[in-house]
């Protein structure tokens, strides 16, 4: 009898342990699809703790610690989530983006085979013993001027020794050139697959490698390229000789700053960087999911705080939102009309903000387009977003992006 009361007991704690586990996991998820990266990740350390093999705990640490870009904790947490079966090709996929970021392409590649994108892993095979983003240069920071800052910023870059016109969207990926310039410069084509643009319009872009970009005092050796009609889109739109896109995968290879009212890019080195400004105790945190969702926090009108999606490349507004940010911010929508994305024509619905805010940064009136978002945005990548803040917002600032620190800095 006594040893049967006391079998009782032990279960009854075993079973109120896994009680209070399973408790604190849903709360860690639901604090983790709220965005609260940090809370969350105290939740997941705690069920660590109690069960250091619990890896279900191990593939959401590795998750945020690769949206916070600590590479060596997040290397080690989605190698032990790789034992599980049920979650396996989730942590295939971000240990693949982890090596990606770190230009470590020989361990990525086969990742991401295994993961099916054929494609980007047969780019990245290419490489071999090159050094990818390989930076010559003896400055430690330069200036590049824009060509002209509205409806958005476009500069020249040399690509293969041919000096073209480029559009920055921190939006984009890779850096992109169109078909016929990669016709041009004889580019080899290293893969073919099919991406997302605005609207939810869909469109074939071709991998490929440069072997130099010129950008200001900087030459970037090997760098990986996508091949897309994007930037011809854009040539058509902007009335401009646009021949390709610089996205964040090129640019977060530097700390750089979109100093609009002084009209120029710049592009600092990382590590030993020290970007100027009067706000430089006053970052941003900032996360980017996926290999270029750069999100911080913001408010529409008197909303809740919401994650937002820092893309640069809206042309004629500097918000867009979800339907459901829509709603609960009481936004009053315009009559349709026809806009343009990476992948084509897409129908837009003007708006305008009364009150928009990044971190401390408010601005007021704001332009908005609605209808640009593909279906599916506002949780993409598993926890929720409410929009995108874009040029129109940033346009009076100095908008400088850290990637050592993972901060965001503006300055008036």
Known sequence: MKYSILVFMATMVGLANKGQAENIMEKADTLFYQGLFSEAEAHYNRIMKKDSRNIRASLMLGRIALYANRFSQAEAHLKEALADSSIHDEALGLLAENYYRQDRFAEAAPLFAEAGQGAKADKLKTFKDNKPYL??????????????????????????????????????????????????????????????????????????????????????????????????????MFQQPIRGVVGTCFLNHFNFTFDYPGGKLVLARRNLSKISTSTSGDGLPFWMAGDHIMVAWGTVNSGQPQLFFIDTGLAGGGFTATEATIKTAGIKLGEAKEGMGGGGAVQVRPFVVDRLTLGNIEEKNVRGLFGALPPGFENRFGFLLGGIISHGFFRSYRLTFNFDFMQIYLEK
Not at 142 to 154: A, G, K
Not at 176 to 184: F, P, Q, R, Y
Not at 196 to 220: E, P, Q, R, W
């Open 135 to 236: 930076i010559e240069g003896t400055d430690a920071s330069t200036d590049i001027p824009f060509v002209q800052t509205d409806p958005l910023p476009l500069i020249m870059l040399s690509v293969n020794g041919r000096e073209v016109m480029f559009l920055i969207d921190t939006g984009g990926w890779e850096l992109s050139i169109d078909e016929e310039l990669a016709k041009e410069l004889g580019i080899k084509i290293l893969g073919t697959q099919t991406a997302t643009f605005a609207g939810g319009k869909t469109a074939a872009i071709y991998h490929g490698m440069l072997d130099c970009v010129k950008a200001g005092s900087f030459n970037i050796r090997n760098v990986p390229i996508n091949i897309s009609q994007g930037s011809s889109r854009a040539a058509q």
